[in-house]
DNA sequence: TTCGACGTTCGTGAAACGTCGAACAAGCTA
DNA sequence: TAGCTTGTTCGACGTTTCACGAACGTCGAA
């Protein structure tokens, strides 16, 4: 596949962070990866099609939320806490703290094996 | 004019509070409200049409974001810190944090008589 | 080499968004 | 009353977003 564009530390915009926040999907995706764990693909499970979920992840990463790894045909997600700590300082927190409270994107969740 | 529907507390939405954000003008609006001084409609500087702006408004309104009061013809717009506070709390703080950092929306500001 | 699994990209369509100007409604002011 | 000001609503337009299935490229396994 190819480039994976993922932006720097100083080009990471809040308003695409804001707009990429905006969907439940996303947000249910951010809120599985918050224990800061490495998460394949095939781990995810979303109630879209594939070619949607791909979609949303790439929306995650051109926003700088997350970093997709490849490795041979496979990809591995994270999130980008520590970047998006020095950008925005306590911004992921707060924003993880309210997805609890607002219980968005509980559709998202992990395959059963959920170890590792 | 009419309702003006605003949200009550426990109604306002995590991911509308962030799509509200996800647009340039609406976040100016925002700083420039961020001092929780009242202000009035004709004191916002954007550079949209009337109609656009109040499109912006309206949005900033329905997301449980700000509060607007009529009084005669006129409309005066107030940021719900407060509520914002108790419903997600720290995320304005932060939001407003990150905003300065990112400089977004200084293309929206004051009239000159800034003053009251 | 053939096959299957994996994820991206493409093509498409429906819906939502941002923008504008024009028309409108409601309240002041002359 | 007539006119002005203020802000909302409406319709139109083009862009973007979200969703899907299908096709494609890449890699590991048989």
């Given at each position: 596949?190819?480039?994976?564009?993922?932006?720097?530390?100083?080009?990471?915009?809040?308003?695409?962070?804001?707009?990429?926040?905006s969907d439940?999907?996303?947000?249910?995706l951010?809120?599985v990866?918050?224990d800061?764990?490495?998460?394949?693909?095939?781990?995810?499970?979303?109630?879209v099609?594939?070619?949607?979920?791909?979609?949303?992840?790439?929306?995650l990463?051109d926003?700088?939320?997350?970093?997709?790894r490849?490795?041979?045909?496979?990809?591995?997600v994270?999130?980008?806490?520590?970047d998006?700590?020095?950008?925005?300082p306590?911004?992921l927190?707060?924003?993880?703290?309210?997805?609890?409270?607002?219980?968005?994107?509980s559709?998202v969740g992990l395959?059963?094996?959920?170890?590792?």
């Amino acid at each position: 596949m190819q480039k994976a564009h993922h932006p720097e530390l100083g080009e990471i915009a809040l308003t695409e962070v804001m707009a990429a926040l905006s969907d439940p999907i996303r947000v249910g995706l951010v809120r599985v990866l918050a224990d800061g764990r490495e998460r394949g693909w095939g781990q995810l499970r979303a109630p879209v099609a594939k070619s949607t979920l791909s979609h949303h992840l790439r929306v995650l990463r051109d926003a700088g939320l997350t970093r997709t790894r490849q490795e041979g045909t496979r990809c591995y997600v994270t999130l980008r806490g520590d970047d998006l700590q020095a950008r925005f300082p306590g911004l992921l927190q707060v924003v993880l703290a309210a997805i609890e409270i607002d219980d968005v994107g509980s559709q998202v969740g992990l395959r059963d094996d959920a170890d590792r």
